[in-house]
């Protein structure tokens, strides 16, 4: 049976002593209830919630799946009656407003129920994640009767919501959408077509799902110009605000799928379903890109919860597990082998998969603070630069993040040997459930091309820039300049850090050289870029993570043992882990011509 411990430790020493976010708290006046006190409380209560009742689903749910039996989808036992628990525990809301039901406490400690629920049980997290999306576009591009109507029944939970982007002609390439929205003379829209893939699409969780919805009007414009945005619920909703009669959007079939088998991935049939417009005409996918980074932050959360759990499981297991002598001598002599955590290649697995969770759950928390400045900015301009800041970082997370999730799943296993190919262990599961993580939501290449294409060139470099100056102020602070000896445990990582930096820029340049001459550069190249962009974005965690264990350590304070642990980690990541952008720098910078130049009939072997 899989095992989940939620890292408590973890999460506390990046919110109080890494990021200080109750300093941050204290910028804005709506967060000002938000005290150590109270934070410790929530994220002790959802910790027992997610350990007590969603990590016993987890593999149940993964083995009965979902049905749908006469157009009703039955959901996997339990899951249900732990999302009612949720709902009576107010988590839905915690982090929006109170005056459309939620608890309004900040949205980087919401981002933290994510993770502990996530990891916990990602099939069931889908149901109240995809809701999120919902209710952060409705809260962005509602009007307030929209806001009154829809979004407080979806923060109490009492309803659910989904993002309906994709159909069966058009994948990624939403221009070619071709759900119809015909104008009613009340206001009103007839929305039919198909949508597929809708994560959480139908269940039995609640009595009325809000869909959000990409449909093109009779005018419209082709192409993405021309895709208008609509809110509409599987039934009516009455003008007392209970729910009422279908709304003809039926679940024509669900997904037989790898993983996520807990989670109903629905094809949806639209039959002159009605809904609402929300934002305006013809803005459409401006306004879903609010859904979707929600949603793309949330994947790349994915990636750090598979790193987690994969880690906790194959750390218990290679603790007890017994299999020949250590190299360097017996460890343990009173037995007939030595536990496999005495192993160099057990060593550097366990090693990569805790680097990357860590490392991972570090930059989550850093980009937390900076939803909350785009939620509570005082100026325009404050909102208008965080959002500068999550867009350079947002395709970054999610792919780098989802990528080497996988990775320490797929290491998870390897620790277990044969025992991880099978069931029982559930080891195997977490590698069904986090292989999609790459795919949704834009796959790692659709996310290399925006950060290469629209984030650094379109944009000039200046968010690049704007980030490579506050690492390299960060290593001239930590630098050796004196007999400090705080500053000369952390040559190490700023020397070696400030370096990178310096290289992705000067990588960066020549690319854009290299790309206004050959276009097909920044295809060849960009995934290498983005890889290499996050093994340097998570150096830059790495090395503020041993820059306050070192801290701790000089002062002789806290858990020495904890501290001690984050400074080997990032010696491991520094050494063994970030070497890897020689190879992705080796790769993005070759010419594109050993891809392009096998012609298309080539790659036939009939």
Partial sequence: MSHYKAPIADIKFLLEEVFDHYDHYKKYPELSEATPDLIDVVISECAKFCENELVPINQSGDKEGCQLKDGKVTTPKGFKEAYQQMVEGGWQGLAHPEEYGGQGLPQSIGIVKSELMGSANWSWAMYPGLSLGAMNTIMAHGNEAQKQTYLTRLTEG???????????????????????????????????????????????????????VLARLPDAPKG?????????????????????????????????????????????????????????????????????????????????????????????????????????????????????INHPDVRRMLLTQKAFAEGGRAMIYYTAKIVDDMAYGATEKERAEAEDKLGFITPILKAFLTESGCESANLGMQIFGGHGYIKEWGMEQIVRDARISTLYEGTT???????????????????????????????????????????????????????????????????????????????????????????????????????????????????????????????????????????????????PKSLMQLKEEDFSFL
Wanted: glycine residues 8%; contains cysteine.
């Fill in 445 to 591: 290449g659709i996310q290399a091309l925006d950060l290469l294409g629209r984030k650094i060139l379109l944009g000039r470099g200046k968010t690049l820039k704007a980030f490579a100056k506050e690492v390299l102020l960060f290593c001239k602070d930590n630098s050796m300049l004196s007999d400090n000896v705080q500053k000369k445990r952390m040559h190490k990582f700023v020397w070696p850090l400030s370096k990178e930096i310096a290289l992705w820029q000067s990588y960066t340049l020549r690319l854009a050289l290299k790309i206004k001459k050959d276009r097909d550069v920044l295809g060849s190249a960009s995934v290498d870029y983005l890889m290499y962009s996050g093994y340097v974005m998570m150096a830059y965690f790495w090395a503020m993570m041993a820059q306050k264990a070192n801290e701790k350590l000089t002062e002789g304070t806290g858990d020495k043992a904890f501290y001690t642990a984050k400074v080997k980690t990032a010696e491991f990541y520094f050494s063994r882990i970030l070497p890897r952008t020689r190879a992705h720098a080796k790769s993005m910078m070759a010419s």
């Fill in 158 to 212: 009492e309803w659910t919501g989904t993002m309906c982007l994709t159909e069966a002609q058009c994948g990624t390439d939403l221009g070619q959408i071709s759900t119809k929205a015909e104008p009613n003379e009340d206001g009103s829209y007839n929305i039919s077509g198909s949508k597929i893939f809708i994560s959480a699409g139908d269940h039995d969780f609640t009595d009325n799902i809000i869909h959000i």
């Fill in 224 to 340: 993405t110009r021309g895709i208008s945005l609509f809110i509409v619920p599987k039934n009516k909703v009455n003008a007392d605000g209970s729910t009422g009669e279908f709304n003809n959007v039926t679940c024509g079939s669900l997904e037989e799928k790898m993983g996520i088998k807990g989670s109903a991935t629905a094809v949806l049939n639209f039959d002159e379903a009605v809904g609402e417009l929300i934002g305006p005409v013809n803005k459409g996918l401006e306004c879903m890109f609010t859904f979707m980074n929600t949603a793309r932050v949330g994947t790349a959360m994915q990636g750090v919860c598979a790193a987690e759990l994969s880690f906790q499981n194959a750390l218990i297991y290679a603790k007890e597990r017994l299999s020949m002598r250590s190299l360097s001598g017996t460890k343990a002599p009173d037995k007939v082998a030595d536990p496999i």
